[in-house]
Structure formats: structure tokens, C-alpha cells
């Protein structure tokens, strides 16, 4: 069987909802999911529920209607032998129990194509610029950064698999007041190298980097460098810092767009140009509004001050009108939380462009805390009392950051430990997959039997820990369904310390060598299997597939 068995079961249960004459009582999209609760069946779907509230009918009588009718269908079909049985359980929950049968023939297709078993052409090659990180070029990235950094590289990773079109993009604010402190921050460490006393602002950029910047072109002839050179030069500086962080964090960006360039193309006035010639740009009390609200802002917006300067807003209007017209389709922004306010005026902008908003996707990714020895690290950014990405990588290395990062909903609040990331235990999250693999690995290796999966008979495979992973194992595209439609590779980490369980639940329990030939080719293409699933999901991630731990 080709397709997944939701695929097949969906039409089923519209074809019925049609017949009973309910399919226009309702208008929502119809699921078909796993339950919580592996006791309720295979699939579960609330549809009886959601009628009830819709018609006023029982939900247990719409769902005993519903169940009987997609029998009859099922009875017609070539998959029949695939659903064990069909109940109805709590309030009209109809709940699908589908056959070891349906398990084999997932597994044996799944060992014999691969990664091809779980591809799908979601994004029929739909082109999707992905930006993010995007810090301004004025110290090492954060943490903070850093999480930003997974959570949109693996983002990508996943809708690549799925069939988008995807390129990741890096939006570099080097222009500015920021820069123009950082260049002051350089110049005042310069004349405190040079033996003055200096009193340094709160509000400029202390870490140390900034004396080594001063340092470095101190030793070059600091007198060659003055005014905005200063800016220039630390821009370059931090910049290499950051891409070589990206780069041993394994996040790598088709484009580093600047906003420099941007304003000296002249795209940033043309774009302001094209919504004066709509009437959406109005001017008063000397400076230039955006009639945002006309397009669902609470508020009108200033794009150009009063003394000629441009807000933030309209180089990231000429900013989203060039992406558009680079090609791309979908836009996905990813932003910390301090940019939520930021989202209906960009959106706002979006429409009055004539794009459809919904074409903009923002993601707002939330802060992460690093703890060492059960305490906290206080931060201040602008202090430079911080830890950054590059202290992280060198302390637990780049599989564990990166899994750690992505281990918690990016609306969410994450907490990293530096112990527990550092741990050869089951205690860490990423060694515990890992070593599933490297388990596998070391038992496909050193066994005596050789098999041609093509023939393999899976009928052996019987107990309660066997037909568990082979269930987990098939989640894997609904998962990556997930991540698509919520915008979030975390459920994939969630999934793949489940999948690593049920695999280590199953090898502690049953041997897979040294049993009868049937049955340890039966488990030795169970193992396959579920070792091609974590590679995969690993992949995806960014993260290594030891072979050996």
C-alpha cells in the first residue's frame, strides 16, 4: 500500500459524512490523528464531537451513524484487512485499531525505500526564503541568537524535505544609532589604550571584544582610523566573529542581505514612492505616515521623521517588497519577543504592497537561560556580561546546543543546562537517541546474518514491544506534518526521544541474535528500519549519527 492509511480512511469518512447528509453542517477541516493515549486506537477523530455541537445532536448517536456507514465502505475497499476495528469511545470519540497487517506492510516498504517512504511532495517546490538570527553586527551572537539560529536551520532542513523550495537569508542591520555607538565604544577604548581616563557611557558596548577591536587596530595605526571608520571596522570584525560561529554551529545562509545596500540602491524611497502614488502614505506635522490601520494596525505608523530620517519600518518595507519580487512566495521571519508588537505593521505593510499577508509567516522565537551548577548565568547584553553561542558550542558541543535548543515550543521559555547537556547518560536527551543508533548500528554490524530485506517474512514479529516501535516508527511524517503546519521543529525532538525509547524498551526485553532464523530477520529488519527513522530525524536536525558511542 502506496498511501498512508489516513489518506485512504479520509475520503471514507467524507463520503460518509455526505451520505448522512452532514458534510454541510460542517465546514472544518476533518482530522485523523493519533490519540494521546495509545489504549484509545491507532486514529482518533472528534468529528462526532464537533457535529454534535454544530446540530444539536447527540455526539454519540452522530458517531454510531458515522461508524456504520464507513464499514460499508470499508467492506468495499481493497485495505479492508488493514483496520482491525472500528469503536466508539467517551463521548463519541471514533477510534480506529489498525491490523498487525497494515504494520508489516508499512515496515517492509518502509525498510526497502528509505527516506522515499516517508518524502512527500508537500511543497510541490513552492519558493520560501527563511530569515533569521539576523543580529545586528555589534557583538558575538547570544544564546539567544543561537536558538534563533536552530530553530530556523532545522525549520528549513524540514520544509526542504517536504518539497519546498527553500533559502535561508541573514538580514544585516549595519547601519544606524547601534552602529554608530559601536564605533563610539571602539574610538573610546582606543583613547583609553592610548593611557587617557575614560568615563564609558551605560549605554555603550563594554565586553571585552571591544578592546580587542581597539587593540587590533591600535597595532595597525590606530591614527589611520577615526569617525566612521570606527564603525566600519568593528562591523567587519564582528561579522567574521559571527559567520564563523554560524559555521561551527553548522547553520550556513544563502544571502546576507544589508541594509546599507539597501538604502544606497534607493529601493527603500522607490518602495515609499509606490504607496504615496496608492494614497497610503500621507504626510503631517512634518513627518510621513503609513496608513497602516487601513490594513488592520490599531495604529498609523511614521515612516520618515520629521528631520528626514527613516523609522525602522520603511527600510523593511522596501526590505519585503525585494523579496517578493526576488521570487519568493512565502516569507518566514523568525523574531525574538521583544518584536512582537512589531507583526500587524509588517503585515500591514505586506498588504499594502498587494501581497497577501498570510504570505508572511512570523515565528517569535522566546528567550533561553543557561544554567551551570543548578544557578542561573545573569545577562546584560550591552555590558557584555553574557554568555554567548561560542561559549555554549565549546562547552557541550554542537549536537547537544543544537538539540537543547529545540527541545521546548519556540513560544516557550527554554532552559538549558550545561551539566545535563554535557552527560555521556541516558540522562541527556540527545546521547539517549544517538546511542539508539550507535545500538543499532553495533548490532547490524556484528551480525552473522545477512538478509535481503526485500524478502524478509515480518509475521514473526509478534510481541507487545515490537508492534509498539513499529507504530512509532510510523509517526514519523505525521510528525513532520506537524513541524510544518505549527512552524516548529520541536515536536521532532520530542518524537525521536519516544522513538529511542520504544527501541530501547524493545532490545532490553527481546534479543535480536541467537534466535530462530525467522525470527531474527524479522528483528534484524525491525532494528533497520528504526535505525533509517533516527538517521533521518538526526539529519534533519543538524545533528551526528554515530555508528559508535
Known amino acids: 500500500m502506496k498511501k498512508d492509511i489516513r489518506d485512504l480512511l479520509l475520503p471514507i469518512i467524507k463520503n460518509s459524512l455526505d451520505d448522512l447528509h452532514l458534510d454541510k453542517a460542517y465546514d472544518e477541516s476533518l482530522y485523523l490523528d493519533p490519540p494521546q493515549d495509545s489504549r484509545f486506537g491507532d486514529l482518533s477523530t472528534n468529528i462526532a464531537l464537533r457535529l454534535s455541537r454544530l446540530t444539536g445532536k447527540a455526539s454519540f448517536e452522530i458517531a454510531a451513524e458515522l461508524v456504520a456507514s464507513i464499514k460499508k465502505y470499508l467492506e468495499k475497499s481493497l485495505f479492508k484487512n488493514y483496520v482491525k476495528e472500528i469503536k466508539i469511545e467517551g463521548a463519541g470519540f471514533i477510534n480506529?485499531?489498525?491490523?498487525?497487517?497494515?504494520?508489516?506492510?508499512?515496515?517492509?516498504?518502509?525498510?526497502?525505500?528509505?527516506?522515499?517512504?516517508i518524502r512527500v511532495n508537500l511543497?510541490?517546490?513552492?519558493?520560501?526564503?527563511?530569515?533569521?538570527?539576523?543580529?545586528?553586527?555589534?557583538?558575538?551572537?547570544?544564546?539567544?541568537?543561537?536558538?534563533?539560529?536552530?530553530?530556523?536551520?532545522?525549520?528549513?532542513?524540514?520544509?526542504?524535505?517536504?518539497?519546498?523550495?527553500?533559502?535561508?537569508?541573514?538580514?544585516?542591520n549595519d547601519e544606524g544609532n547601534q552602529i554608530n555607538i559601536l564605533g563610539k565604544s571602539i574610538e573610546l577604548r582606543l583613547e583609553e589604550l592610548s593611557g587617557k581616563k575614560i568615563e564609558f557611557p551605560d549605554d555603550h558596548y563594554q565586553g571585552e571584544y571591544i578592546r580587542d577591536i581597539a587593540r587590533e587596530i591600535s597595532a595597525k595605526g590606530g591614527s589611520a582610523y577615526?569617525?566612521?571608520?570606527?564603525?566600519?571596522?568593528?562591523?567587519?570584525?564582528?561579522?567574521?566573529?559571527?559567520?564563523?560561529?554560524?559555521?561551527?554551529?553548522?547553520?550556513?545562509?544563502?544571502?546576507?542581505?544589508?541594509?546599507?545596500?539597501?538604502?544606497?540602491?534607493?529601493?527603500?524611497?522607490?518602495?515609499?514612492?509606490?504607496?504615496?502614488?496608492?494614497?497610503?502614505?500621507?504626510?503631517q506635522d512634518g513627518a510621513f505616515w503609513f496608513k497602516s490601520t487601513q490594513f488592520g494596525d490599531d495604529k498609523d505608523r511614521v515612516v520618515v521623521k520629521s528631520d528626514g530620517a527613516y523609522t525602522y519600518l520603511a527600510p523593511d518595507i522596501a526590505y519585503h517588497q525585494d523579496k517578493f519580487r526576488r521570487g519568493f512566495s512565502w516569507l518566514i521571519n523568525l523574531w525574538g519577543p521583544d518584536h512582537h508588537g512589531y507583526i500587524n505593521r509588517l503585515k500591514a505593510a505586506v498588504a499594502a504592497l498587494g501581497e497577501n499577508p498570510d504570505s508572511l509567516s512570523i515565528i517569535i522565537?522566546?528567550?533561553?537561560?543557561?544554567?551551570?551548577?543548578?544557578?542561573?548565568?545573569?545577562?546584560?547584553?550591552?555590558?557584555?556580561?553574557?554568555?554567548?553561542?561560542?561559549?555554549?558550542?565549546?562547552?557541550?558541543g554542537r549536537d547537544a546546543t543544537r538539540f537543547f535548543f529545540l527541545m521546548r515550543r519556540t513560544a516557550s521559555h527554554l532552559d538549558l543546562d550545561l551539566d545535563i547537556a554535557k552527560k555521556q547518560t541516558q540522562e541527556n536527551p540527545v546521547y539517549y537517541v544517538q546511542y539508539a543508533h550507535a545500538r543499532i548500528c553495533s548490532i547490524?554490524?556484528?551480525?552473522?546474518?545477512?538478509?535481503?530485506?526485500?524478502?524478509?517474512?515480518?509475521?514473526?514479529?509478534?510481541?507487545?514491544?515490537?508492534?509498539?516501535?513499529?507504530?512509532?516508527?510510523?509517526?514519523?511524517?505525521?510528525?513532520?506534518?506537524?513541524?510544518?503546519?505549527?512552524?516548529?521543529?520541536?515536536?521532532?525532538?520530542?518524537?525521536?526521544?519516544?522513538?529511542?525509547?520504544?527501541?530501547?524498551?524493545?532490545?532490553?526485553?527481546?534479543?535480536?541474535?541467537?534466535?530462530?532464523?525467522?525470527?531474527?530477520?524479522g528483528r534484524l529488519a525491525l532494528i533497520q528500519g528504526t535505525k533509517i527513522v533516527i538517521a533521518l530525524g538526526l539529519e534533519l536536525l543538524g545533528i551526528s549519527r554515530p555508528a559508535k558511542m
Not at 485499531?97 to 527516506?115: D, N
Not at 537561560?369 to 555554549?392: A, D, H, W
Open 96 to 117: 480506529f485499531y489498525l491490523s498487525e497487517a497494515y504494520f508489516y506492510a508499512q515496515l517492509h516498504r518502509l525498510i526497502l525505500k528509505g527516506k522515499n517512504f
Open 123 to 172: 511543497g510541490k517546490a513552492r519558493c520560501v526564503l527563511i530569515e533569521f538570527v539576523s543580529a545586528n553586527p555589534t557583538g558575538p551572537l547570544s544564546v539567544a541568537h543561537g536558538r534563533l539560529a536552530a530553530v530556523g536551520d532545522v525549520l528549513g532542513n524540514i520544509l526542504i524535505f517536504l518539497g519546498f523550495s527553500v533559502k535561508r537569508e541573514y538580514y544585516l
Open 226 to 283: 577615526g569617525g566612521k571608520n570606527f564603525s566600519e571596522y568593528g562591523v567587519k570584525y564582528i561579522l567574521h566573529i559571527i559567520k564563523k560561529e554560524l559555521d561551527d554551529f553548522g547553520v550556513s545562509f544563502d544571502y546576507w542581505y544589508s541594509q546599507k545596500e539597501l538604502r544606497k540602491s534607493g529601493k527603500i524611497q522607490r518602495g515609499l514612492n509606490l504607496l504615496k502614488r496608492k494614497g497610503i502614505i500621507y504626510e
Open 365 to 396: 522565537v522566546q528567550l533561553a537561560s543557561i544554567f551551570k551548577e543548578g544557578k542561573p548565568i545573569q545577562m546584560s547584553t550591552r555590558k557584555g556580561q553574557y554568555t554567548t553561542l561560542r561559549e555554549v558550542l565549546d562547552e557541550v
Open 444 to 521: 547490524l554490524n556484528n551480525s552473522p546474518v545477512r538478509i535481503k530485506f526485500k524478502d524478509v517474512d515480518l509475521i514473526t514479529l509478534k510481541e507487545k514491544e515490537e508492534i509498539e516501535l513499529i507504530k512509532k516508527l510510523l509517526q514519523f511524517s505525521y510528525i513532520l506534518n506537524i513541524c510544518y503546519t505549527t512552524l516548529d521543529p520541536y515536536m521532532l525532538t520530542v518524537y525521536l526521544q519516544e522513538l529511542a525509547e520504544s527501541f530501547h524498551k524493545f532490545y532490553d526485553k527481546h534479543r535480536v541474535l541467537g534466535q530462530d532464523d525467522r525470527l531474527t530477520r
